[in-house]
């Protein structure tokens, strides 16, 4: 007899030999039933397109595992377990390492290192000069750029250097720079210090350590780099722009410093600190119009600017190629324009994807077509940073076609949140009607620090927490996002259905539901973020009441009481006989504003002085927004049957609003209505689990509370009024 | 690229042979990542732990010895390691088992608009299973790996790999329902 897990491994066993499932599953006896649906999964998961690194990452990874291995880094192999041939095993071992060591060395270092720099191209014309003022001459491929020397490029040339530990330097037409330096260090890091006077160059640096660092100065600032690939322009006014396309670099300008990560860029100028990192774009296309500052290149506005360098004429009709920021706005700003004979239209740029839908996706504030014509790496995520590159359809839309992941360091300072940084505002809510239908709108909040703080993959759930039995529906639009930035907020919608049961529930009966972030995908974690909705059954029409407190006699209210207090006349109470002032009365009269003998003759009329305060509250909280509602009309409505919970829903104020009661002040008497047991009795139930559900808190004193009001409704020595809250 | 490697191409690696060693890496440095980016649930952890795998694999070279684990069960091994290192380095929670946020509590059929499964949506519910159930599926479904070898690289039994693998995927089924992600 074959058990169920051997089973299902033998099912899994021919799926792996090509069986093909439907196949299989017609095979299963109906007893092994519930194993379809997992073979099925199984087969799912392996037919599932993989993640996979970005084979730029791979490359550099594989770099990493070299550089920490020559550095010597970890801990030795394993001593050898048998003690008589110890010594032999550490002798071996040692000489792995040693090999292991030189492996990493061969592998990471060109042959024929040298401490120069080896010149590797030289198209056109390609100059070098032994120094500051001293005569150029023609070098070619092969020749050596030794520290202290300047090399120089004509126009339509190019020139290739490279230093002993692999780096690259690739200067373009018309351009210039000294080799102010160049340093083998003991680990076999070169340590190189260039200049750069004009013109544009290109690196790419072999990662290194602090001591053996690439810099690139020019007259407005350096750039400083541990192994990276970057780009520097230089225009005629010492204004320089550095952009990177993948790593880090620091550009140092005016004792402040930057750090770019892939595809961003910055500018600076003589005697001014590095302007802040931007995304990149380049374009490269005819200059179809021109209107003040605003070119249009293919189907593309870019915007130009006092420190945009030109470099040829850029009439209307040429090609140009140009190198850009975009703007927090939005903008594309032309850094450089170069004119161009002819070339090809292309145009990209880099940004963060923010969504991913089904044919288009948004990377920064740009929308890009996505089709099947767009290659992309499956892993990428919302959040990720890429480069777009595109074409303009007839349509004026861009359509991607490739979309890359550049990859960007987190920021070195500020840590990743350990959890995701959301809120709702507000974070109850709370609606009260008849009909089964209801729908209320949300926000979430990413409260976090940009850009730290960015938010990925968030997924909304509910859970009801009270009244599942009514719940027909809940629908949450929309419930997921790919990317909310930090400072950013979003709404939905909460749309939900109750099913018959509700019809014939009374009122005051309610529906919780709590809506949580269910799921994020990074910063992974938990949100502790909730919302509370709260729905309560309201059918009842609100009773209209005109009663004003009179002397001697209880308000009046349009239905009668149902249940009315024991006989009690004012006589009973000292307070009613006016011969005694209460202190607790007494400070609410103060507390409202309100006179003494008003408060008096609410409590000899029956209230509790916790009722009368609630009653003055919920009045005041009415005048908030127009006309306070009369106590007199509040008194009026509870005594037809409604509590206090169901008054505040009614006059529409929030849970929590109402500040709880302050502690009786000292040898302040118990404040008993008239008539009232001596015996102290509890507060009325609100909920049955006594979770006062709109009340106050009633154990916490508030400052600005009247002093010594007992919580909740009626007088704490009667019978609670008709109909309670529930 | 080949799942397997030729004992050959390890031993050249163990003899210092830089193709060897390149080989090595080129064909498990993606079943490695897939591994960690399942079994940690982060791209960037996943990619920073691969590189320490291969570090970690170019220290221990020398003494490995084909006769103790197949080549790919050792280099597993260490990447498990790893993901453990990880978890206990950073002191986060390594799996939550399938609590009560995921049982519906009431009806409610149109709670989530239905899914098609993805390796995102996997990762996320994987990170739902026991660590143990983690390591079967991730390791028997998708590096592929056949279950004796699933074995090695856990010091289990083929029964309690077998046991471990039905109940994981029985538990990433209910995962998957309740979120109402289908695939198939």
């Given at each position: 007899m074959v058990n169920r897990e051997d089973l299902f491994e033998l099912c899994l066993q021919e799926l792996e030999a090509g069986v093909p499932l439907e196949a299989l599953l017609a095979r299963l006896p109906d007893e092994a039933a519930d194993l379809k649906e997992l073979l099925s999964l199984a087969a799912a998961m392996r037919a599932l397109p993989q993640p996979a690194p970005a084979p730029e990452k791979a490359a550099r990874r594989w770099q990493h595992v070299l550089k920490v291995f020559a550095n010597g880094r970890g801990p030795g192999p394993q001593?050898?377990?048998r003690p008589g041939l110890a010594w032999a095993g550490r002798a071996l071992a040692g000489l792995a390492v040693v090999a292991l060591i030189v492996w990493a060395v061969s592998l990471a270092s060109p042959p024929g290192a040298a401490l120069a720099a080896r010149i590797t191209e030289a198209a056109g014309r390609v100059e070098v000069a032994a120094g500051p003022g001293e005569d150029w001459r023609l070098v070619a491929a092969g020749d050596s750029l030794l520290a202290g020397q300047s090399l120089r490029t004509g126009d339509g040339s190019a020139a290739t250097l490279r230093f002993a530990d692999g780096s690259l330097t690739r200067l373009y037409a018309n351009s210039s720079l000294t080799l102010t330096a160049v340093d083998r260090r003991p680990n076999q890091a070169v340590s190189v210090h260039l200049t750069q006077h004009a013109g544009r160059t290109a690196h790419e640096v072999q990662p290194r350590g602090p001591e053996a660092a690439f810099v690139v100065a020019t007259p407005a600032g350096a750039a400083r780099v541990q192994g990276t690939a970057f780009n520097v322009f230089v225009g005629a006014a010492g204004l320089a722009r550095f952009a990177v396309e993948a790593g880090q670099v620091r550009v140092e300008a005016a004792g402040e410093a930057v750090v770019l990560s892939a595809g961003q860029a910055t500018l600076t100028l003589p005697g001014r600190p590095p302007g802040l990192p931007a995304d990149e774009f380049r374009e490269q296309g005819p200059l179809v119009a021109v209107q003040n500052t605003v070119w249009m290149v293919g189907g593309v506005p870019v915007r130009v600017s006092d420190e945009t360098v030109v470099n040829g004429r850029a009439d209307v009709g040429a090609i140009v190629d140009i190198v850009g920021r975009v703007l927090a706005n939005g903008v594309w700003l032309a850094d450089v324009v170069e004119v161009v004979s002819a070339g090809a239209e292309t145009a990209s740029f880099t940004g963060v994807l923010v969504d991913m839908g089904l044919d288009s996706w948004r990377v920064g504030g740009a929308t890009v077509a996505v089709s099947d014509r767009t290659v992309y790496d499956p892993a990428l995520e919302p959040g990720a940073a890429v480069r777009v590159t595109f074409e303009l359809l007839p349509d004026g839309r861009w359509q991607a076609t490739r979309i890359e992941a550049l990859e960007r360091e987190p920021p070195p300072i500020a840590p990743p949140a350990a959890s995701p940084s959301l809120a709702f505002e507000p974070d109850e809510l709370l609606v009260a009607g008849c009909g089964p239908e209801f729908s209320v709108s949300g926000r979430l909040v990413n409260d976090g620090e940009p850009p730290r703080d960015n938010v990925s993959g968030v997924q909304l759930d509910y859970r009801v927490i009270r009244g599942a039995v009514f719940m027909e529906t809940v629908r949450i639009?929309?419930?997921?996002?790919?990317l909310i930035l930090a400072g950013e907020s979003v709404s939905f919608k909460l749309n939900f259905s109750l099913n018959p049961q509700w019809s014939q529930a009374a009122d005051g009966a309610e529906v919780k539901i709590q809506v949580q972030v269910g799921e994020v995908v990074e910063p992974a974690g938990e949100s502790p973020a909730r919302l509370t909705v709260t729905v309560v059954r309201q059918c009842r029409p609100a009773p209209t009441a005109t009663a004003t407190p009179a002397e001697g006699a209880a308000p009046t209210a349009t239905s009668a009481p149902t249940q009315t207090k024991p006989?009690?006349?004012?006589?009973?109470?000292p307070i009613c006989l006016g011969g005694t002032s209460h202190p607790i009365a007494s400070a609410l009269a103060e507390h409202f504003g309100v006179p003494y003998a008003e408060i008096a003759r609410w409590f000899c009329s029956g209230f509790g002085f916790g009722e009368i305060r609630l009653a003055y509250e919920i009045s005041a909280q009415t005048g908030q927004s127009g006309a306070p509602v009369p106590v007199a009309e509040i008194f009026a409505l509870r005594q037809t049957g409604l509590g206090w919970g169901d008054l505040m829903i009614q006059f529409g104020i929030l849970p929590g609003v109402i500040p709880p009661p302050a502690q009786p002040p000292d040898?302040?008497?118990?404040?008993?209505?008239?008539?009232?047991?001596p015996t102290p009795q509890p507060p009325e139930e609100d909920e049955p689990d006594g979770t006062p559900p709109f009340g106050p808190p009633v154990d916490v004193p508030t400052a600005g509370s009247p002093p010594g009001i007992p919580p909740g409704g009626g007088p704490p020595g009667g019978p609670p009024p008709p109909g309670g809250d529930d | 690229m080949p799942d397997v490697i030729d004992d050959q191409v390890v031993l050249l690696a163990q003899a210092g042979d830089r193709d060897a060693i390149a080989t090595l890496y080129e064909t498990f440095q993606r079943q490695i990542y897939r591994y960690l980016y399942y079994r940690t649930g982060e791209h960037h952890a996943a990619e920073d732990l691969t590189a320490e795998v291969f570090v970690k694999l170019m220290q221990g070279l020398p003494n490995y010895r084909r006769r103790e684990a197949p080549f790919r069960a050792w280099l597993f091994q260490i990447a498990r390691n790893q993901a453990i290192d990880y978890y206990r380095r950073k002191s986060v929670r390594q799996h939550s088992a399938m609590s009560d946020d995921l049982v519906d509590p009431g009806p409610a059929p149109e709670r989530l608009a239905e899914r098609r499964l993805t390796h995102d949506y996997l990762r996320s519910a994987l990170r739902r299973l026991t660590p143990d159930q983690c390591d079967v599926v991730a390791l028997r479904?998708?590096?592929?790996?056949p279950v004796a070898e699933v074995a090695r690289v856990l010091n289990k039994s083929e029964s309690a790999i077998k046991n471990l693998q039905l109940r994981g995927l029985a538990a990433l089924q209910q995962i998957l329902a309740a979120r109402k992600i289908t695939y198939g």
């Open positions: 001593p050898n377990r639009e929309p419930d997921n996002w790919g006989a009690a006349g004012p006589a009973d109470n040898g302040a008497p118990p404040a008993s209505a008239p008539g009232a047991s | 479904f998708l590096a592929d790996m």
